[in-house]
């Protein structure tokens, strides 16, 4: 079996006439946090949204698990265990946290019939799910709003998590309640894909790190690596960690 859980090989996307992605190849380890970097425009949510199948391949092959899904809808890629936040969070304003929660767990009717063990967990990761469970989720603060997304995503075990943007927006606390909750997340087994601007966010959480530009990956290995050598840092972001 592969070390890696999903692979890219030769990705591109058109979105209409244009030509988005040229030839994505990314590789995310097993039970590990892969940073996806670059600078605005480069390819990262469009990346993500065809891993997802939001947005068809028009040529190269996704595998996860050792299968193809490139040719997979989206609702067929999510019950392989794949769970995805946009970096919009995709929350439901008028539902209650508790509703947005339901909405995402498989075999409940009701609150009641949800895992309460599970919830638990995530109350212990995200207070604020906990603190505003009946309360209408477009009330909430955009970190808290954060915190609900990432909660329902993982309301169901998830073999991998993918999330664009974490800390986009949120207050330094937030920024590191995320890390810290995705650091349990990883603990538990979980693989992580996240999109991310928040360079201290990158450095702090990632294991592998790939970077993107003009629709293709430009360079990828280890956090570590990437954070020791501001030269490459400035090459491929024009900045420094």
Not at 36 to 49: D, Y
Not at 87 to 93: L, P, R, S, V
Not at 116 to 130: C, D, N, Q, S, Y
Request: avoid cysteine; aromatic fraction near 4%; glycine fraction near 10%.
């Amino acid at each position: 079996m592969s070390d890696n859980l999903l692979e890219l090989a030769g990705v591109h996307t058109h979105i209409g006439a244009y030509h988005i992605l040229h030839g994505v190849d990314l590789a995310v380890p097993r039970g590990a946090v892969t940073l996806l970097l670059g600078r605005n425009g480069a390819g990262k949510t469009t990346t993500l949204r065809t891993i997802m199948g939001l947005w068809q391949a028009s040529r190269g092959s996704i595998r996860f698990g050792g299968r193809d899904i490139t040719r997979l809808a989206t609702p067929e890629i999510a019950r392989l265990n794949i769970a995805y936040v946009p970096e919009n969070m995709g929350i439901f304003a008028d539902l209650t946290v508790q509703e947005n929660l339901l909405l995402a767990a498989r075999g409940a009717s009701s609150a009641a019939q949800m895992d309460g063990g599970r919830l638990a967990w995530i109350f212990g990761m995200f207070p604020a799910v906990e603190k505003f469970w009946n309360h209408p989720a477009g009330k909430l603060s955009g970190g808290q709003k954060q915190m609900v997304a990432v909660a329902r995503a993982i309301v169901e075990p998830r073999d991998l998590l993918i999330v664009d943007e974490p800390s986009k927006g949120l207050a330094p606390a937030i920024v590191d309640n995320m890390i810290a909750a995705f650091g349990q997340l990883k603990k538990s087994g979980v693989t992580i894909l996240l999109v991310e601007q928040n360079l201290h966010f990158a450095r702090r959480l990632g294991d592998s790190v790939a970077v993107m530009d003009n629709g293709r990956v430009v360079h990828a290995g280890s956090m570590a690596q990437l954070a020791q050598d501001e030269a490459l840092q400035q090459s491929l972001l024009g900045l420094a960690l």
